[in-house]
């Protein structure tokens, strides 16, 4: 059973900040690396952020680097995703995603990668 419940999420103005939690179950966590991706109404889902298994290494898309900041408290078995400097182009239900992998070391940058999937939680930044 794998379980992945996103929280946070909300409306907020341009310019402002959330952060967004994900929960998850300790076997989830301990064995995949992390990733949170987007999708705004008629568009594709896109990704935003990822993490290793061990959370040495993020990678971000170039849309929301340097105002959005990745991380994950394995021992709280939480990932996280701050977003700073919210945009209107940053209005998306946003999911948290988990990757299998038997590395500690490596990220996925594509749907495809991740076999396990939140709810989704929305956020909505307005002008």
């Known amino acids: 059973q794998v379980q992945l419940v996103e929280s946070g999420g909300g409306l907020v103005q341009a310019g402002g900040s959330l952060r967004l939690s994900c929960a998850a179950s300790?076997?989830?966590?301990?064995?995949?690396?992390m990733g949170w991706f987007r999708q705004a109404p008629g568009k594709e889902r896109e990704f935003v952020a990822t993490?290793?298994?061990?959370?040495?290494?993020?990678y971000y898309a170039d849309s929301v680097k340097g105002r959005f900041t990745i991380s994950r408290d394995n021992a709280k078995n939480t990932l996280y995703l701050q977003m700073n400097s919210l945009k209107p182009e940053d209005t998306a239900v946003y999911y948290c995603?988990?990757?299998?992998?038997?590395?500690?070391?490596?990220?996925?940058?594509?749907?495809?990668?991740?076999?396990?999937w939140g709810q989704g939680t929305q956020v909505t930044v307005s002008s």
């Open positions: 300790e076997h989830t966590f301990s064995t995949c690396a």
């Open positions: 993490i290793t298994r061990s959370g040495s290494t993020t």
């Open positions: 995603a988990a990757a299998p992998t038997g590395s500690r070391y490596v990220y996925f940058l594509d749907t495809a990668q991740y076999h396990y």
